[in-house]
């Protein structure tokens, strides 16, 4: 059993690491580019742009203020759900810990971001024409995965009523 625990451990410290890696890479080599331009705007299609922009709301910029109250209140909110995360990742021993890691991963290379910067490096800029969807960054595309996944489990997978139940 105190096996079992431990590979579990380290399996979901390694998938959390990487993901973090992965983010803090892309996020490292953007500031890198911009700091060296002075500026960052780089098309690469008629659909996708690398544009940065610092965010200091929660994911693709919503709740963006100013006052540094809030923005302290939503990081500290950040962290307690992150504790609760780290509860459920405990608790789970089902395929749902790999979405709450993806979660987890997404999260704390912002909250990285948010502890270091006091704000989040934004920079992916997906387009249609003069519509834009959200600026985002590789941890929120971890982030956004693993919440459409726990949602699409517990809607869809997990609300299947055996044939003998009535309604």
Not at 20 to 26: A, E, H, I, L, Q
Not at 86 to 102: E, H, P, R, S, V
């Amino acid at each position: 059993m105190l096996k079992n625990n431990s590979k579990k451990f380290f399996l979901s410290f390694l998938i959390i690491i990487i993901i973090f890696f992965f983010d803090r890479v892309s996020k490292l080599y953007i500031l890198n580019l911009a700091e060296t331009e002075n500026y960052l705007d780089i098309y690469f299609n008629s659909f996708l742009n690398f544009h940065l922009i610092w965010n200091t709301g929660i994911g693709f910029g919503l709740l963006s203020l100013e006052t540094k109250f809030y923005y302290n209140l939503i990081t500290i909110l950040i962290i307690l759900i992150n504790v609760i995360i780290l509860a459920m990742i405990i608790k789970y021993d089902d395929y749902k810990i790999f979405f709450l890691l993806m979660i987890l991963g997404g999260s704390f290379g912002n909250l990285f971001d948010r502890l270091y910067y006091r704000a989040v490096p934004d920079f992916i800029d997906f387009h249609y024409d003069n519509f834009h969807w959200f600026v985002f960054n590789v941890a929120d595309i971890f982030v956004t995965i693993g919440i459409v996944c726990l949602i699409i489990v517990e809607f869809i997978l997990n609300n299947k009523k055996p044939n003998n139940e009535k309604t």
